[in-house]
């Protein structure tokens, strides 16, 4: 487990074109491990089936490996998952494009995303026009916000068993996330201690959760943008 957080996640973006092949296969292993899910099931929720999405996202990690995309990353313009999400939508378009031209039998001509935006001056949008896009979105801003949580919460267990805590940590952390302490009452039960010493047990895993939380979603932002303002909005993409 990791004993601190990077600087942000564009300095993982920045890592992943590191000349240091060491750094370089770090950096693509946590970003594979952090981002792999919605963009899986992002592609998948675009329309494909399971087995081509998989195909999919390989071959655009591959593009964005080999065309430096990251490095090419500006963060004047927006959070990570929107830089992210641009590159595959366009991308998914392309493939579009391509397999409709490969049905009838003829030739497309390929672009690379830069020209594309610049010949559209639009971005390309998913399966239903608009309204099914904006929808497939929101759908992956709720697996970016379960990313997160789940990463947060696989760091706080890590942490855990390297205390010898692995037990408290299994019987408290489906409340971790939560405000209930109904079952406080077992859990105090099972680890044989008192209510009290479990509240603040459970206490103590709540505010390190939120510290932990708090910082990986400062990554994901820019510098001067508002955590607070983004940890609400996870909350309310969570939630619906």
């Not at 998989?54 to 090419?72: H, K, M």
């Not at 109904?182 to 008192?194: F, P, V």
């Not at 479990?198 to 709540?206: H, I, P, S, T």
Request: no cysteine; charged share 35%.
């Amino acid at each position: 487990m990791p004993s601190k957080f990077q600087p942000t996640r564009w300095s993982l973006i920045q890592n992943a074109t590191d000349p240091d092949v060491r750094s370089r296969n770090r950096a693509w292993t946590e970003f594979d491990h952090l981002y792999r899910t919605p963009l899986l099931r992002f592609i998948s929720r675009s329309g494909w089936p399971n087995d081509r999405a998989e195909d999919l996202l390989q071959t655009f990690l591959a593009i964005v490996a080999e065309r430096d995309w990251l490095a090419e990353a500006d963060r004047e313009r927006g959070k990570m998952r929107t830089f992210l999400l641009t590159r595959l939508k366009r991308h998914l378009n392309d493939v579009r494009k391509h397999d409709r031209a490969e049905k009838r039998g003829g030739k497309v001509e390929t672009l690379s995303l830069e020209e594309e935006t610049e010949r559209s001056g639009r971005e390309p949008t998913g399966p239903g026009g608009a309204e099914g896009d904006a929808e497939s979105m929101s759908e992956f801003d709720r697996e970016w916000a379960r990313s997160i949580l789940d990463h947060t919460l696989a760091g706080l267990q890590a942490r855990a068993e390297s205390k010898g805590q692995e037990h408290v940590f299994r019987i408290l952390q489906g409340q971790i996330t939560g405000n209930s302490e109904e079952k406080l009452r077992d859990a105090a039960k099972t680890l044989g201690e008192s209510e009290g010493a479990v509240r603040m047990k459970l206490q103590r895993l709540r505010e390190e959760f939120r510290k932990r939380l708090r910082a990986e979603v400062a990554e994901t932002l820019l510098p001067g943008e508002d955590v607070s303002e983004e940890l609400r909005y996870l909350a309310r993409v969570l939630a619906q």
